[in-house]
């Protein structure tokens, strides 16, 4: 039994549906040792005939048997362990990788193999030796000379150990010293053992072989064995794999490091909208952490106030009663509840001078004890000034009135909604640093202000002391979520904490706004790279078919594109990274030095989604230029120009 058979294969091009034939019924047979030509004009079907018994073609009529195995009906992925396996490809134009050095295109055949690293490397420098390249191996193939560039193609077609050389036109590019070279080795590797297969149109090379094939029209009219094959050993077989996963990240690596300047407008391209979106995401946290921090060095931050939730001006409709307070306490985290009482329009009196404070309100625990600058919190029959306020009695010093009596007049509703006034002399006990018409009393006060008058008190809000900052978010939210009888919400924050809260939801939303303008940007980074990518495509279509030649897979020649998009979008997410975290620097001393705080924070989530962000932004882009770059014809991509 033959190693290698052709059964009656016939091929047809076809144009406009017409057929061409090329091949008309060839049948041979070939064994290891041999060095055969496969000698004849141009067009006459040698090509065709070579990627036939290479596994680059698999459109033809006949069959092709390895060793008694049919390869006519093998599936695209057992072609390609074929060609990886079995064959070795010397090309007329060399077909080197040029991004890639001497001794890596060697190397990209045995990536392919269960050699270590090392063991690679070694066999790869060995056959270098042997082709007469050892001291070239880390130049890259524009450096070389013709013969110089076939020999490193020799090197690398003898590298996985194939049974089978096919050379096309392998001294067609050469000067006659070089040919000389190149056929002695070619005659040194069918003495190995192997299979040559040569194919030309040179008779000299022709009869360099052991046996000469002559076609001519598409069929076989001679053949001639010119001396008897070389003897054959069996030798082990060097075991094969798929393209590795590392194999792929290096030969990303190093081709964009042939493109580099390239790349790194397309990273740096990349990283403004990622910097931009992180940025903005930053800058409302800090933005929204400066506010809170101001609003609470005024305030208790786990002090909520509570009022009912209802439209009407009613005070028996806003009254806030006991069963309110037990309802508050009851919930978890809640450690104190606290009624107090609100109103507008105050009329205060002292040494001949009156003044409107605009806000009345108790005194509760979220004021914080540093607010009060001279004096203290006030108790029964006393009341707290504003600082801005108390100027309006004494402009120069406002402090001075600490222990003076003022006169306090409120006016309030009775029973038939009649105005009353209700005047009471109060003890001042202290200025706040609260700015406005503020005045604060003690909740007895007002009582007994109400009581004066016989009139009804009604508490109009509640403040509820919370166990910690970190339960205030989810105890606010279970208030706003508590029903009345009626189905509807029965209570809404009021104050200042309710302020902070709706504040800080329009600021994330105006900077989350911002940063999905910002993130218009990436988009425009998409559409780079796909561009960039779709070049690439086409700059490296013939790349992509040696790959294929040399058994690559498909699915290794796509991952091999992502794993570029890959590394542009985890590039430019580290540069986003540093520009970002650059200009937080340089902005947070800025504003520590004029507003004392930092405002911009960036936490590590903002970085890790920038990264994640930027590396799906890429892959995503980069889907449909490697699917292309997959679905290449191997026999047109080698012959691209």
């Known amino acids: 039994m033959s190693f290698l058979e052709l059964k009656?294969?016939?091929?047809?091009?076809?144009?406009?549906?017409?057929?061409?034939?090329?091949?008309?019924?060839?049948?041979?047979?070939?064994?290891?040792?041999?060095?055969?030509?496969?000698?004849?004009?141009?067009?006459?079907?040698?090509?065709?005939?070579?990627?036939?018994?290479?596994?680059?073609d698999a459109q033809y009529e006949g069959d092709v048997l390895l060793n008694g195995e049919s390869l006519h009906h093998a599936s695209v992925k057992q072609l390609d362990t074929f060609r990886r396996q079995t064959i070795g490809f010397?090309?007329?134009?060399?077909?080197?990788?040029?991004?890639?050095s001497i001794l890596d295109n060697v190397m990209v055949s045995l990536q392919m193999t269960k050699l270590s690293r090392k063991e690679q490397r070694d066999r790869a420098t060995e056959l270098l030796d042997q082709v007469g390249l050892k001291e070239h191996r880390h130049k890259h193939p524009n450096q070389l000379s013709g013969g110089q560039k076939q020999r490193v193609a020799i090197a690398r077609a003898l590298a996985s150990d194939p049974d089978i050389i096919i050379a096309d036109e392998p001294t067609g590019a050469l000067d006659s010293q070089n040919t000389q070279e190149i056929l002695a080795l070619m005659d040194d590797i069918a003495a190995s053992g192997k299979l040559v297969i040569c194919v030309t149109h040179s008779q000299e090379v022709a009869d360099h072989g052991t046996r000469i094939v002559h076609m001519a029209d598409g069929l076989i009219d001679r053949d001639e064995n010119l001396k008897d094959p070389f003897p054959v050993n069996d030798h082990a077989e060097m075991p094969a794999k798929h393209l590795g996963f590392m194999a792929m990240v290096r030969?990303?690596?190093?081709?964009?490091?042939?493109?580099?300047?390239r790349n790194l407008l397309i990273i740096f391209g990349a990283s403004i909208g990622i910097f931009s979106v992180i940025l903005m995401l930053g800058l409302g946290r800090g933005v929204k952490g400066y506010i809170n921090h101001e609003i609470y060095s005024q305030i208790k931050p786990?002090?909520?106030?509570?009022?009912?939730?209802?439209s009407s001006e009613s005070p028996k409709k806003l009254e806030m009663k006991a069963a309110d307070v037990q309802r508050l306490k009851k919930l978890d985290h809640v450690k104190k509840v606290q009624l107090?009482?609100?109103?507008?329009?105050?009329?205060?009196?002292?040494?001949?001078?009156?003044?409107?404070?605009?806000?009345?309100?108790?005194?509760?625990?979220?004021?914080?004890?540093?607010?009060?600058?001279?004096?203290?919190t006030p108790k029964t029959g006393e009341v707290m000034l504003g600082k801005d306020f108390a100027k309006k009695f004494n402009k120069k010093h406002p402090y001075k009135l600490v222990g003076k009596t003022v006169k306090v007049s409120l006016t309030a509703m009775d029973k038939n909604n009649i105005p009353t006034v209700m005047t009471k002399k109060l003890t001042v006990s202290g200025i706040t640093d609260g700015s406005g018409g503020q005045l604060q009393t003690n909740l007895n006060t007002i009582k007994q202000m109400y009581q004066n008058k016989n009139l009804t008190f009604r508490a109009n809000f509640a403040t509820v002391d919370i166990a910690g900052f970190s339960h205030v978010t989810s105890v606010q939210d279970k208030i706003k979520a508590m029903k009345a009888s009626n189905g509807k919400a029965q209570y809404q924050l009021t104050g200042a904490g309710a302020i902070v809260s709706t504040l800080n939801t329009y600021i994330q939303l105006a900077f989350y706004v911002l940063a999905a303008i910002a993130g218009i940007s990436l988009l425009v980074s998409a559409i780079m790279i796909i561009v960039v990518l779709y070049i690439s495509v086409s700059e490296r279509t013939k790349e992509i078919g040696i790959l294929r030649a040399l058994g690559v897979r498909r699915r290794d020649i796509k991952n091999l594109f992502l794993s570029e998009a890959f590394f542009l979008g985890l590039f430019s997410s580290v540069l986003?990274?540093?520009?970002?975290?650059?200009?937080?620097?340089?902005?947070?001393?800025?504003?520590?030095k004029y507003i004392g705080y930092s405002i911009i924070g960036i936490t590590g989530n903002y970085l890790i989604f920038g990264v994640v962000v930027a590396i799906v932004i890429s892959l995503l882009?980069?889907?449909?230029?490697?699917?292309?770059?997959?679905?290449?014809?191997?026999i047109e991509a080698l012959a691209y120009e």
Do not use: C, W
């Not at 329009?345 to 009345?360: E, L």
């Not at 986003?576 to 520590?592: K, S």
């Open 8 to 56: 009656n294969i016939h091929k047809s091009y076809y144009m406009n549906k017409t057929p061409f034939p090329v091949l008309k019924g060839i049948s041979l047979k070939f064994d290891r040792g041999e060095f055969v030509s496969i000698l004849g004009e141009s067009g006459g079907g040698k090509t065709t005939l070579m990627n036939i018994i290479g596994g680059l």
């Open 90 to 100: 010397i090309f007329q134009n060399f077909n080197l990788i040029s991004h890639l």
């Open 251 to 261: 030969m990303a690596l190093q081709h964009m490091r042939y493109n580099l300047g």
């Open 302 to 310: 786990t002090a909520v106030q509570v009022a009912q939730k209802t």
């Open 340 to 376: 107090g009482f609100y109103t507008q329009g105050a009329q205060v009196q002292h040494n001949g001078t009156s003044s409107t404070a605009q806000i009345v309100q108790t005194v509760t625990d979220q004021m914080l004890a540093k607010s009060v600058k001279k004096g203290h």
């Open 576 to 592: 986003a990274l540093a520009f970002t975290e650059l200009v937080a620097v340089l902005a947070n001393n800025v504003a520590t």
């Open 621 to 634: 882009a980069a889907l449909a230029p490697s699917s292309r770059a997959a679905k290449l014809d191997p």
